[in-house]
C-alpha cells in the first residue's frame, strides 16, 4: 500500500523552516535535508536511516526493515514527531550521511 502524500507533507511541515523535501520513492517517500537522505515515510511510520556512528538516542528504538532484506532503519516515536527531538535527530543524521559523490559527468575536466 502506498504511503499517503498528506502524510508526508505534515512530516515536511513539521520540519520546517529547515531546508527538507519528500520525494515518492518505491511506493514510499525518502526524506531529504540538504540533499542526502535521511529517512523513509512509509506506512504512516517515519524510519529514520541507520547511520555510522548512530545518532543519539538510536538504541532506544525499534528497529525494522525497510524492505526484505534491507537494512535495520529505526522508528521515530510518533509522540516525539512534532517535538524538538524530531528536529535534531534528523539535522543530526544528515550530518552523519556522507555527501554524494559528484557523477564523473558533473566533474570539470582538467584544462590543459
Known amino acids: 500500500m502506498p504511503t499517503d502524500p498528506m502524510f508526508a507533507e505534515l512530516i515536511v511541515s513539521l520540519l520546517q523552516p529547515?531546508?527538507?523535501?519528500?520525494k515518492p520513492q518505491f511506493g514510499s517517500y525518502c526524506l531529504y535535508h540538504d540533499h542526502k537522505p535521511v529517512?523513509?515515510?512509509?506506512?504512516g511510520q517515519v524510519l529514520l536511516k541507520p547511520t555510522d556512528p548512530p545518532f543519539i538516542d538510536a538504541d532506544e528504538l525499534e528497529?525494522?526493515?525497510?524492505?526484505?532484506?534491507?537494512?535495520?532503519y529505526y522508528i521515530a516515536p510518533d509522540a516525539r514527531l512534532d517535538t524538538p527531538w524530531f528536529r535534531e535527530t534528523i539535522l543530526e543524521?544528515?550530518?552523519?550521511v556522507p555527501a554524494k559523490k559528484p557523477k564523473k559527468r558533473?566533474?570539470?575536466k582538467p584544462t590543459r
Open 106 to 108: 558533473d566533474v570539470e
Open 93 to 96: 543524521i544528515s550530518s552523519l
Open 18 to 22: 529547515e531546508h527538507v523535501w519528500a
Open 63 to 72: 528497529r525494522v526493515q525497510l524492505f526484505p532484506g534491507s537494512r535495520l
Open 39 to 43: 529517512a523513509f515515510l512509509q506506512n
